[in-house]
């Protein structure tokens, strides 16, 4: 290997090694800076002691964010920086070790704890969350550790005994969680996107509050320092609690931690290098009593913040499902409201009052919704959503709303009741659909289904047309004939009156007859909609083979009818039913066609079902039904037929669907096949519209 393909190689390495050792490094230098702020801060007599220590919160900061597998090279590289600061106040080495490996068990335990317990960020986004972080750094963590802590000022030489020094280390360590922990968790544990959504006026505002702080602390603690014997007044310590809240409830977790930390630093400091606070000339004492008053400050102060957060969290996360609510139902053409009954309050969202036709922040109430409905539908409407009040389950309706530019909207409804404890309801809420394109889709298919039909008659009058014209013959001779003969009667000398007579009556009925005729065809051949009506079927039967009479002389059918007495009407559209029982006879003619005649006998019946039905059936005793057929024959253009269509099944049965009813096409036991269908009786849902 050559020196230059070595060196090519050791470059990448030592690219990532510096990477590595990258973080370790920072977070060393942040370990000695820590240290040395706390110095600069103060110390107690003994020139070691720091009360306030941010190296072990340091180190916790940097072994959360660094993967556990990394972890002992943080602590390495902590060990120098540590050395660097202890030399500098004259630490010998025994302490000095002691004191290094309960930072580093106090950042480990801690940052273990919780990596473990709190996983998520926020990290002190919620109040328990915020419980949990001071319950284990503030509280648990220090008192452990502070049993090998309180060695390092005995294994120094200096006096005091060991319980005074568990306090201290206890004190100083759980301040330092309680207020650089949560500004390194808050200020740096977030996303920057969350900072950069701080506008300029919040930053004025924030350091306005921070500079108000230092001002307030520093004249609060001087004004009371040194006044404990004459008329010291513990009130002036709060003088900066207004403040600090103002800081939690502005800017949440950030702002509270971030107050405590300046009020801690300055009263410290004060304390440490200037007079005495609480008691005269005992340092030591002044500053475990205002550690004890900062750590009674700092536990509720964050927990409040970190509870303003979470409201804070819970409100922009309903505000956003409810705005994506919105969304979807507004894409959906979906208009959400709610009706208060006790006030008559309306509330309803912006794509609701445009289908109403009014503008997106129009004022709203129960008058103008009532208003925009179509007055035909207006009552039946108010009635489904009071309904809705008072039954127990969703109601849905659908009615028409007029626009202001005169146009029609149809929405259906579905309205529900809210109930309050005593289950009584105190509001009704809904959503309207817009439904008009389906309702437009649906008239469009109504009017196809009804053209299509009519093609169909025609088609059948087609069919028919040669029997039609010979049905129409007899009657025009026989007007021929008696005309010719009224003539010569005429003709005679002495004309016979009474035979005249007759032979002019005989005119007038044939006469009617071929007008029956006419009549019957031009009524089937109408395409206009009628309104639906009480249909007696034995006489629609009956016309229907009034229809086919010629056809069925003509191909040599006989036609049974066996009409059940006294049935009740059926209602709907009479010329489409007798279309139906049209196609099933000439369906039958045609199964028929190679049956001997002897056996040629088409049986039409009607009856009453139970459950209210009543039934039309045509009975052949053809081949039946095939395989294919049974399975097909309802499919539009599936035919057996040379010359078939395949259309008079499929027709029928939307027909007869249309009318609430049922088309049936089985095989008979006696051979041949039974077509049928059933009918409501009286359906009032109009089935031809
Ligand atoms: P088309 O009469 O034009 O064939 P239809 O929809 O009326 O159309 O009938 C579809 C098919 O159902 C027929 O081609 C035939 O095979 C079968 N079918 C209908 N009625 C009968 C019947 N009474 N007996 C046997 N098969 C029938």
Known sequence: MTAISHSRQSAPRLASALLVARGPLVGALAYLIGAESAFLVGTLSDQIFAPFWPPNVILFGALLLAPTSRWWLYILAALPAHVIAELHVGMAPLPMAVAFATNCAIALISAFAVRRLVAEAPRLGTLKKAAIYVLVTALVSPAVVALGGAFVPILGGAEGNYLIAWTQWFLSNSLGFLTLGPIFLTWFGESPRAWSMFSTARWVEAAVIAATLVVVSALAFHLAAGTVEVGFMPALLYAPLPLILWAALRFGEKGASGAILVVTVVLL????????????????RNVVALQIFLIALAVPVLLLGATIDEVRRAEAATRESETRMQFAAASANIGLWSFERASGRVWATAHCRSLLGLAPDAPLSREIMLQSMHPDDRDAAVEAMRSAAYAGEDVTHEFRLLLPDG???????????????????????????????????????????????????????????????HELNQPLTAILSNAEATRLLLARPSPDLAEIGDAVGDIVQESRRAGDVIARLRSLLKKDARPPEQIDLNALTRSSLDLLHSELIARRFRAELRLAPDLPPAFGDAVQLQQVVLNLVMNAMDAMAATPLPQRTITIDTRLLGAGALEVGVLDRGPGLGRTAQARAFEPFFTTKPEGLGLGLSICSTIVGAHGGQLALVNDPDGGARASFSLPVRHMAVAAK
């Open 269 to 284: 400091s004060l304390a440490l290098n200037h007079s005495s606070l609480f008691v005269a000339s005992d340092p030591e």
């Open 407 to 469: 146009g029609v909207r149809w929405v259906r409804v579905r309205a529900r009741a809210d109930r309050d404890d005593t289950g009584a309801p105190f509001r009704v809420s809904g959503v309207f659909i817009d439904i008009t394109s389906v309702k437009v889709a649906e008239q469009e298919a109504d009017m196809q289904r009804r053209e299509l039909a009519h093609l169909m008659r025609v088609s059948v009058m087609g069919e028919l047309s040669g029997a039609m014209a």
